[in-house]
């Protein structure tokens, strides 16, 4: 009896152990397509890294990024001006990084989020204390949204 205490205290440390050392699971890269000249698209991204995204960001024309707008299947009236993708959905606009992160988390059965246009106070938009309210969009696939969030 005391060799199987001994044996399982031995295998419950080494578990332990092995657990203990092994790396967090890196988070989802969130690519994002923007204009090279686009000062609130880089603020948007420096958003998302301060919240501890993994992010890339890519520079690509005005034509390769409407493209992109168009097979992700984003509408006109729920365009900005970029890009995200990661895990199969898009994340369109300033989308700020805790919805992105509760995306992530739900997983819901959708295309991705938006925030049309470029509200005054949204990530990246930051104009002082100047704010508009705003909503976080989640487009289903057939198209239709719903609000995921507010924003006062």
């Known amino acids: 009896m005391h060799r199987r205490f001994v044996l399982s205290l031995a295998l419950s440390s080494l578990a332990t152990a092995a657990f203990a050392r092994s790396p967090a699971p890196e988070p ?3 690519t994002v ?9 880089a603020a948007w991204v420096d958003h998302l890294l301060s919240a501890g995204l993994n992010v890339e960001a890519i520079d690509v024309d005005h034509y390769e990024l409407q493209a992109l707008k168009v ?3 984003i509408a006109p009236e729920l365009s900005s001006c970029h890009t995200a993708i990661l895990d199969g959905y898009f994340v369109e606009g300033h989308v700020p990084a805790d919805d992105i ?3 992530m988390a739900e997983r819901p059965d959708a295309l991705g989020l938006t925030v049309p246009g470029m509200p005054i106070g949204s990530p990246g938009m930051e104009m002082g204390s100047e704010r508009e309210a705003f909503d976080t969009l989640l487009v289903q696939k057939d198209g239709t949204t719903e609000i995921f969030a507010q924003h006062a």
Do not use: F, T
């Not at 397509?33 to 698209?41: A, D, E, I, L, T």
């Open 28 to 30: 989802a890269r969130v």
């Open 101 to 103: 992160k509760r995306l």
């Open 33 to 41: 397509y923007k204009s090279p000249s686009c000062g609130c698209c």
């Open 71 to 73: 097979r992700m299947g």
